[in-house]
């Protein structure tokens, strides 16, 4: 009977403690491959803010055929990293998802365009090749081209627009006149392909009034009535956001901790501490916060994009302080 009880004991101890453990433990989708625009939560796991939060954070990357927003509907993931448009979109379709937090409060979405092709303004951009890139990134071009009145169907006087690979190499090497980038990113790539800045013509989306949330985190909203699942994410938004402020401040060092992540091969210390600078400049004037006024500029941009705007009624329930309220205290 005493070895019985002890053992029963035991397994009590155990099971309870199994229990803590997974009700600790965080799994955050990236929306893309392992860089420096994810470099807060590499930087939070390499620094021990996660632990110190009492939370075991598995970070998964992304890539070209990964959405966070069907992993996180899959119970993939209990939180993802994407933007707001993708969000928003499969919102409207049914999926009920709500950002708990958003960490860049920039935009680093541009088109990059050749003064050589006669692009020197935004008048310039009548009866040019424009490439851009779909999969949900394509709504704050259409509803830039919307506000300029500008078709985009090819015909004389709009503009003819062409799908975008995950390349600059329309712009170097091809019949592009202008390339979608990010200012973090591809603008980088498009200066080691030999062109200099100031052959280039960069219109910021922010410059133009129709940029959109990016980089957002997300969550389930039936999760959000579960008190354990909102106290990890309090915790774990705290710990991030942590990890954020340390990358600004050491970019270098921020870089290093995402190459050391990186089980791809592909990335490097030098291209990842460039983009580090970049991104630091987004996230700089951020505490974690949801922008309501950032966030009412996306819906109206999303809405405007044309005949078939990404999102047809004013979302509601779609962001949350209720995170940040209580991580940022």
Known sequence: MKKFMTFTVGAVVALTASIVNAADNVTIQLKWVTQTQFAGYYVAQDKGFYEEE???????????????MSVLAGGGADVAVDWMPSALAAREKGFANVNIAQPFSGSGMMLVCRKDRGVNSVADLKDKNLYVWYYGNEWPFLSWMNKLGLATDGSAGGVSVFKQGWDILPLTQGDADCVSAMSYNEYWQVLAEGLKPEELTVFRYEDEGVATLEDGLFVKEENLSDPVFVDKMVRFVRASMKGWKYAESNTAEA???????????????????????????????????????DFNRTVSSLMTGGADPVITATPTGAWTHLITDKALK
């Open 54 to 68: 009492g939370l075991n954070v598995t970070i998964k990357a992304g890539g070209p055929d990964i959405g966070p």
């Open 255 to 293: 870089a290093q901790i995402v190459v050391d992540n990186d089980d791809s091969g592909a990335q490097t210390v030098d291209h990842n501490t460039i983009q580090m600078g970049e991104i630091a400049k987004l996230t700089a004037g951020s505490n974690g916060a949801l922008s309501e006024a």
